[in-house]
């Protein structure tokens, strides 16, 4: 049981809680067996009606921990990483995320199955996919080009370009964006007021809202089998090596 996990249900909400502040909340393995687990008991759990995703300390998560990722490759379909990948897609309750400050990678991915998202003016989104000679992942592949576009998708995927609160919400992205010290109030607001609408009609807008779910999950499959085959690649190889040397990678 990790502690870089904090969950708790109040008031039908189920709050799943970034804690590893002296990483920058890093997800390691055991944090993804955690949100993992949680997602799948709300979805059959009466007494959720709404997810909350928050973050302590001033990140919202750094995205991947690449030591432990590279200790511990998601190279099978059960793999923790997996399993959370997967709730993203199954969760029939809204999920609500108030992004107190940087979301890199799944960080960044993982918003564009939540149904309300909030930032901070300080957030910033980025997926670097590329950069550490990976391949975007969550279905981010499909959704965030048809969110905001091939063009601008292609410069945060493939240039590494970072998106600011502000154009994240003018984009489409997030919903709206608050002063720090207002983010937190207004996200449990908006999940514990979820909580309170009618649970089936919620989830069948959710569902209708969201689309062909097996599209999505297709998707994800097809850059799951091309994200495990870079893992095992050289190129991944040089850039966790040069990312802990602090140097530039070197790809030939």
């Known amino acids: 049981m990790t502690t870089d996990i904090l969950t708790k249900i109040e008031n039908r909400v189920l709050t799943i809680t970034f804690n590893r502040t002296d990483k920058k909340n890093a997800i390691t393995a055991a944090m993804y067996q955690a949100m993992a687990d949680a997602m799948a008991d709300a979805n059959d759990n009466d007494d959720v009606r709404s997810i909350l995703f928050t973050a302590n300390g001033d990140a ?30 199954l969760a029939r309750k ?14 960044f991915t993982m918003l564009l199955h939540c149904d309300i998202v909030y930032l901070s003016e300080a957030a910033q989104l980025s997926a670097p996919f590329v950069d550490l000679a990976l391949v975007p992942e969550a279905a981010s592949s ?20 970072r998106m600011s609160a502000a154009d994240a919400k003018a984009s489409g992205v997030a919903s709206d964006v608050f002063a720090a010290d207002a983010l937190a109030a207004a996200a449990e607001k908006a999940a514990l007021a979820l909580s309170k609408k009618a649970p089936a009609s919620l989830q069948h807008t959710k569902r209708l809202m969201r689309g062909d779910k097996d599209a ?10 091309v994200f495990g085959a870079q893992l095992l690649s050289p190129e991944l190889a040089e850039a966790v090596m040069a990312f802990m040397q602090k140097r530039e990678p070197n790809f030939g």
């Open 60 to 89: 919202f998560t750094a995205g991947n921990d690449l030591i432990d990722f590279r200790d511990n490759p998601p190279l099978t379909e059960d793999a923790p990483v997996s399993q959370f990948l997967r709730q993203l897609v």
């Open 94 to 107: 809204p999920m609500v995320a108030a992004v107190n400050g940087i979301a890199v990678g799944v960080g």
């Open 142 to 161: 499909m959704l965030l080009p048809a969110r905001i576009g091939h063009a601008q998708a292609a410069e945060i995927f493939m240039l590494g370009k």
């Open 216 to 225: 999505i999950a297709a998707r994800m499959a097809e850059e799951s089998k």
